[in-house]
């Protein structure tokens, strides 16, 4: 799981800005919020346009060490996939720097790495339980330290020259068993996933028309989902019919028959986007989800069902992003799953004051009334 993030030059991060998911207090309720001594489920707050989509571009950023590739130079500039605003505005160092620590019983990981402005990896850092696996800045490569990289694997070529990713190099070429910390990592980071607002949600029309009726199709996938729907008000049944031209779509059960893409109300498309990514954690295919405005078509008692329905999932840490202060309830979550993203830092509600929060307290009406503006 992941134990601790922290960003520093990226996009409006200038400084840097920590997620400690150990800081857990000894609250008895809502226990289904921790997770091995992890937060494991928590809500982002925060004022508009104050970082809160940025913060999981940010932590989702590790990702991209599956797939990267290092050929990126200053053509990219013209490049499609170019981000101008990768790096903070006023940032001296010319790159974005990006730590984690994931923590697998009594093994723990830590990773850092930087990326420059066209967002090619220029350091890399690793360690198992503070031993130093490697540590590798391409700028420098004469002072490369792979001591611990020698010692997990005798016979592998260090020729860092043309490797992309050095974490992901480690592991694909050594023969670890699945219960290697490493491997754990890199298995971790490949079932990190991030739902976007629902702005963008909606422009997935290729999974909505190729990827959902196959999934609805499986199980009870769609039985399911056809009850979520009727709890939350939707008192509409669903079929899978083949169109003419042979391919499976998702329709309302009607005559005649509405094709779903269609006829759904944009919050009823992003609740079976939800539904999708709710299934797949549930079957061990997530380990983190984040989910961005994730109840910006809902009403306040639907988003709360979403949130008590992923908050039964153990394995999958999951952080949503809100501005419903209905959810802000110690019967939902707990003072130290309540975060506030502010330009400077990111802190729980039960570091935000010095008042000692207990199980009675309303912490909306507390947000609302300013409790939590200075922390400290």
């Known amino acids: 799981m992941l134990k601790q993030f922290e960003v520093i030059g990226y996009k409006n991060f200038r400084t840097a800005t920590r997620l400690d998911l150990s800081d ?6 809502n226990s289904d919020c921790i997770t ?23 932590l989702l950023d590790i990702v991209s ?16 996939t170019y981000d101008e605003s990768y790096l903070s505005s006023g940032n001296t ?16 990981v830590e990773y850092i790495y930087r990326k420059n402005r066209w967002q090619s990896l220029i350091y890399e850092k690793a360690s198992i339980n503070s ?7 391409r700028e420098h490569p004469e002072e490369c330290i792979t001591t611990g990289i020698s010692k997990l694997s005798p016979t592998l070529i260090l020729d860092f020259e043309k490797v992309d990713s050095i974490l992901n190099y480690v592991v694909s070429n050594t023969p670890l068993d699945s219960e290697h910390p490493l491997r754990k990592t890199i298995n971790f980071i490949s ?3 991030i739902s976007r607002s629902p702005y963008s949600r909606l422009g997935t029309l290729i999974r909505m028309r190729e990827y959902f009726p196959k999934f609805l199709m499986e199980s009870t996938n769609l039985a399911e989902f056809e009850y979520l729907l009727h709890d939350s008000g939707i008192n509409e049944s669903l079929v899978i019919l083949k169109d003419n031209d042979g391919k499976e779509r998702l329709y309302f059960n009607k005559t005649p028959p509405l094709l779903f893409e269609l006829v759904a109300s944009s919050g009823t498309k992003t609740l079976l986007d939800l539904f999708v990514s709710y299934k797949r954690a549930e079957d061990g295919f997530a380990s983190l989800l984040f989910l961005d405005e994730f109840d910006s078509f809902y009403h306040f008692e639907l988003a709360e069902n979403i949130v008590l329905m992923l908050e039964k999932i153990r394995n999958t840490q999951v952080i949503f992003t809100s501005h419903n202060t209905k959810l802000l309830s110690n019967r939902i979550m707990r ?29 909306e009406k507390l947000y609302m009334s300013g409790e939590f503006d200075e922390q400290r």
């Open 24 to 29: 857990v207090r000894d609250y008895k309720f």
């Open 36 to 58: 091995n001594g992890l937060i494991s489920k928590m809500i982002i707050y925060g004022k508009n346009a104050i970082g809160k989509t940025n913060f999981g571009s940010a």
């Open 65 to 80: 060490i599956r797939r990267y590739q290092r050929s990126r130079s200053a053509t990219a500039f013209e490049d499609d």
């Open 93 to 108: 160092n010319d790159y974005a720097e990006f730590r984690y620590v994931f923590c697998f019983g009594d093994q723990e």
């Open 131 to 137: 031993t130093l696996l490697f540590d590798y800045d």
């Open 191 to 193: 079932k990190m996933s």
């Open 335 to 363: 003072p130290d799953c309540y975060f506030i993203l502010t330009a400077d830092k990111l802190t729980s509600f039960a570091n935000a004051t010095m008042r000692e929060l207990r199980e009675g307290h309303n912490l």
